[in-house]
Structure formats: C-alpha cells, structure tokens
C-alpha cells in the first residue's frame, strides 16, 4: 500500500498534536499546537540580522539559513514540549504564499518526516495561518469575526464567516501596509525590519504632517486600500525638505505616517463589523504588533462594544503556532496531501 494510500484510511484524533512548520520568509519555525488551540511548543530561529545588512530579505540566505536551522528548531520544539516524534499525529506545513526557495525547505522536510512516520502531510495557506492565529488568542473564540488582515504581502478587512469560509470585503489596490512600513523606514535610514524601527520612533514624534487621505476620489469598493501613494508622499516630504535645506523631524514623519497607514485600517473594520452585524474584530499579520494599532484599536471597539481578539505579538508576525491553528482546521477536513506536495510562490486569498 502507498504512503498515501495508508494515510487515506488514517482514523482522525479527538485532539491531534499537530507539528507544524512555517518557512516562506526569514523565519523557521517549528511549533507543536494540541486540538488547534493550545500552543505546547513554539520556536523560532529567525535569520533578520543576516539580512539586515541588505536592507531586505535575500531570497537565498533565507532557504540556505532553513536548511541548516529546521533540525534545531525541530528537536527545540519536541525538546520543549517533552514529546517524541511518535506522538505527533500529523505534519502541517505552509505550502505557500512566500519565497519558493524558502518554502521548498519546509515542505521537503515535513514531506519526509510524514513519509517516514507515516503520518498525514497537511499543507497550509500562510495567509489562512496568520488569521488563525485569534484561535491561538482566544480559545473560545467561534466565528464569524472581522479580521484586519495587515502583513507585509496583504493589507484586506476580512469577514470570517465560519472556520472554513472567509469573505474578503476589500484589499489593497497597490502596496501592503506592511510594505508601506518597511519603505518609509528606509527612507528615514532606518534599518530593516522596518515596521518595528518606524513605530520606535513615532513615540517620539507628532502626528504634525499633513499627508493625503487614502483613496479620496476612488470609486473602488468601500473596504479597498491603497498605500503607494501615502507612501510617495512621505518620501517627496523628505526629499523636498532636504532640497530646500530644511530639518526633517524624522520622529514627526513617523508618527504622522504610522497615524495614516493605521487609523484607516481600525476605521475601515469598524465600519465592516457594523455593517455585517458582526461582535468581534481581530487583527492578524505583522502590522498586528504594532503598538499605536493594537492601542487605538481597542479604544475604538470598546467605545462601540466589539470584541477584540489581539493575538500577542510574536502570533501577529511570522511564526508555526499560527500554522498549527489552520492545520488543524484542515486536518479535521481531512485535507492531507500526497507526496507530490509543491512549494506555491502565490495562493489565492479566498
Ligand atoms: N511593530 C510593527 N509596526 C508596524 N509594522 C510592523 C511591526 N512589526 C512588524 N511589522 C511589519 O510586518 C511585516 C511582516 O509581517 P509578516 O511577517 O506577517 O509579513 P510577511 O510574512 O512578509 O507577508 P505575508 O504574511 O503577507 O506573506 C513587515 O512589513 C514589518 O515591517
Ligand atoms: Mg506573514
């Protein structure tokens, strides 16, 4: 009988331990997640500082780093959660969206650790993950809920309709407000990730800067974003100053950015929670950690009586708990792959 064959008439747990296995950017991480909600291992081994020097993720030191930190962070987690091998009961696995070097590391390694132990090989949507992870934060929480999907590759007000059903009410026209963030940091020198050195900063500085109203004459739909030219805007107010010999309050520029990046996406999934009639807002994606969001966020739905789910930090940026959560969903559908199993550069956000 086949590897696959087998795993067809695998008999499914109550409450499966799940490994799971998240390497489609810098990170590799490795986390063991019980019943889809409860995290008994969690490790990261992250190679940033090595890219820092470029000024951005370098495609090849992120698969080459994998390689030679997956088995750690592997033995870490078991080490951790004080299990063997042969308790996990399936292998999840981000299959995609991310770089195809760095993502061929993970899914090569669970792919052999679900063949040799002939276990199922479950493969996961990274972006499914990231709004999982409120399932990590909240282990009562149920859909539906609005989630604020912001990363550094998506920026969308989702509307989660069951465990298996998202609706994604608006998304970005043009650059991820995660992306946004890492641009105006390098135009303000400052060194990657950006995200968290800009929010850094803005608690220094004033939102004093008048910058452009996103999509002020767009007849797009009501929950769409756009962020290049808030972004354009930042980097012509510095430029401008500089040419004309002007100081740059650079704390001021964060701070005036960080509130217009931000307070659109907080007014945004406000609005889509009242008008679906929806209780609880979440925010998911690394954007997700920033602290002004995290804030004014709460401030805005405890003033209209939402729940807010606000997965901790280190769930908001890349990492495998988050994998273990989705996996989990789709271990109960019974969705395993063979072992055919390929990296995806792009899945479909649906
Ligand atoms: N404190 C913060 N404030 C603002 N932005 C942040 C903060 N922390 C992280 N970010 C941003 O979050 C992004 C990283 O998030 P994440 O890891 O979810 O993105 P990704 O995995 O690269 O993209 P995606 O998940 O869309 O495929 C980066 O753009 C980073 O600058
Ligand atoms: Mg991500």
């Known amino acids: 009988m086949s590897y696959f064959e087998k795993i067809q008439k695998t008999t499914l747990k109550e409450e499966p331990i799940i490994m799971a296995i998240e390497t489609s950017c810098d990170e ?43 088995l750690t962070a592997t033995e870490n987690a078991l080490k951790s959660a004080k299990l063997t091998l042969d308790d996990i009961d399936a292998f999840a696995v981000t299959e995609g969206a991310g770089l195809l ?7 090569s390694f669970a792919k052999s650790l679900a063949f040799s132990l002939d ?18 934060a909240d282990k009562s929480l149920e859909p539906p809920f609005i989630t604020i999907l912001a990363s550094g590759g998506h920026t969308a007000i989702v ?3 069951d465990y298996y059903n998202i609706n994604v009410l608006g998304s970005t026209i043009d650059d991820a407000v995660g992306e946004a963030f890492d641009k105006v940091a ?9 995200g968290p050195n800009v929010e850094k900063l803005a608690k220094d500085g004033q939102n004093v800067i008048s910058l452009p109203k996103m999509l002020k004459n767009y007849d797009g739909g009501e929950y769409d974003f756009s962020y290049s030219g808030l972004k354009t805007a930042v980097i012509n107010y510095v430029h401008t100053q500089e040419s004309k010999g002007l100081e740059v309050k650079k704390e001021d520029v964060a701070a005036s950015f960080q509130h217009s990046a931000i307070d659109v996406l907080i007014e945004k999934a406000i609005k889509a929670a009242e008008q679906f009639n929806y209780k609880t807002i979440a925010i998911s994606g690394g954007v997700g950690a920033n602290g002004y969001l995290r ?18 930090k280190r769930y908001c940026t890349d ?12 271990y109960k559908k019974r969705n395993f792959a063979d072992l055919t199993l390929n990296a995806k550069a792009v899945v479909p956000l649906k």
Do not use: C
């Open 159 to 161: 509307a989660v309709e």
């Open 119 to 136: 276990k199922p090989l479950v493969p996961v949507s990274h972006i499914k993950g990231h709004i999982s992870a409120a399932y990590l």
């Open 319 to 330: 990492n495998a708990a988050m994998i273990g959560a989705e996996g989990y969903l789709q």
């Open 186 to 194: 390098r135009v303000l020198g400052l060194s990657y990730p950006g």
């Open 101 to 107: 070097g760095a993502l061929l590391v993970g899914v």
């Open 28 to 70: 590799t991480a490795v986390a063991i997640v019980k019943n889809g909600r409860e995290i008994l291992a969690d490790e990261i081994i992250s190679s940033a500082t090595e890219h820092a020097k470029f000024g951005g993720v370098v495609p090849e030191i992120a698969s080459r780093t994998h390689t030679t930190a997956i």
């Open 295 to 312: 804030e004014a966020l709460k401030k805005a739905a405890e003033s209209k009586g939402f729940k807010l789910i606000l997965p901790e």
